[in-house]
């Protein structure tokens, strides 16, 4: 009975921590701003078969959900991923799903190029040059790995970054400890980025947890 009301707690801690650092991520180099026109940027991820896969289909639903309210009109919404299969690029793919399934009427722009997170981001600045916010939308993780790419590239355009409906509690509740450690892996080179404090401060926590579990083992 103790070791079940162990793993429970251990099951209740890790759930709660990836919670956790998900919303952290996800309100990371951003501010707060309403009003005036806004680009919602959807990252692609790689998609080999000819329809979009269930991450695509996710990141197509978080980014149509970024689209503020009441500001349809003056809000385009960017795909963004080239193919790495041969066939439809991911960006395509994504501008298919959100029309035919999701019945998305507005302004869509695709961004066929990209092979790579950075080449997302540089591919879509010229786009977003005459917005007054914009949204990046994906995993918490890879969308602030996407902001702080463009900060370094354009920081007068990282400015004007505000939160995208990426995040929301209870969402892949259980798979966001997961992505919590895979998106610590994916962030590693970033962590002495000004304004990224909460993934080195994550990544204590972690370490600290690692070492105490190592100690009761003992």
Sequence with gaps: MRRRTGWAIAGAM??????????????T??????????????????NPQATANFVNRWRVRAGL?????????????????????????????MADYAKSALGFD???????????????VTNVIPLL??????????????????????R???????????PAEDYRPGEWLFAKPLLALYGLWTLRRLAGEPGL??????RSLLSA??????NRAA
């Design 152 to 162: 370094r590239q354009r920081p007068d355009l990282a400015e004007r970054l505000v």
């Design 14 to 27: 890790a759930l709660g921590w990836g919670e956790w650092l998900n919303r952290r991520w996800s309100r």
């Design 129 to 150: 040059e005459s917005v007054d916010r914009v949204k990046i939308a994906s995993q918490p993780a890879h969308a602030l790995k996407a902001r702080a790419y463009l």
């Design 29 to 46: 180099l951003v501010r707060e701003g309403q009003g005036g026109s806004e680009a919602v940027v959807v990252l692609g991820y790689r």
């Design 106 to 120: 507005g302004t869509v722009v695709l961004e066929e190029q990209s092979r790579s997170t950075w080449e997302n």
């Design 65 to 93: 959900r970024s689209v503020a309210t009441g500001n349809r009109r003056d809000t385009f919404v960017i795909f963004s991923g080239g193919s790495t299969s041969g066939g439809e690029s991911e960006a395509r793919l």
């Design 209 to 214: 947890r690692r070492a105490a579990r190592c």
């Design 197 to 202: 404090s909460t993934t080195g401060r994550a």
